[in-house]
């Protein structure tokens, strides 16, 4: 069960952090802005159900080893869904009213939330060796 939960929580935190710091940031250095706005902006719904599943996935592998380490994933699942649901649609609706302010203000609480859940998957892969015993 420690591989399965190391593995699902390294899949987690290299997924977040090549999509937020690689992928996001490769399509506006690589296409127009006109091009890579809506391009990033199909792409998310996507990147938010991989958060869910590798989360919920890898806070059940947790479960029987770790009960903090569990709770914790799941606090990523469970944070997510709001962010994709919730989130998301105003930030696209703030970018089609042109409302910049608003998107500024929406676009840097969904950055915070992922780098929180980076920070959170990254603290739980460190605790994972201990485990091992």
Do not use: C
């Not at 938010?48 to 059940?60: D, E, K, P, Q, R």
């Not at 089609?96 to 500024?104: E, L, M, S, T, Y």
């Amino acid at each position: 069960m420690i591989t399965l939960t190391l593995l699902t929580t390294a899949l987690l935190f290299g997924g977040m952090v090549l999509y937020s710091f690689g992928f996001a940031a490769f399509l506006f250095a690589a296409l127009p802005p006109e091009i890579a706005g809506p391009t990033i902006r199909r792409a998310f719904p996507h990147f938010y159900l991989f958060v869910i599943a590798t989360s919920a996935l890898a806070a059940a592998f947790a479960w029987p080893l770790d009960l903090w380490l569990s709770f914790g994933l799941a606090a990523i699942t469970l944070t997510t869904v709001p962010t994709r649901q919730i989130l998301m649609p105003a930030i696209n609706r703030a970018t089609d009213q042109g409302a910049k302010a608003r998107f500024k203000g929406l676009h840097g609480l969904s950055v915070a939330i992922t780098l929180v859940h980076i920070g959170l998957a990254g603290w739980v892969l460190s605790q994972i060796p201990a485990l091992a015993g």
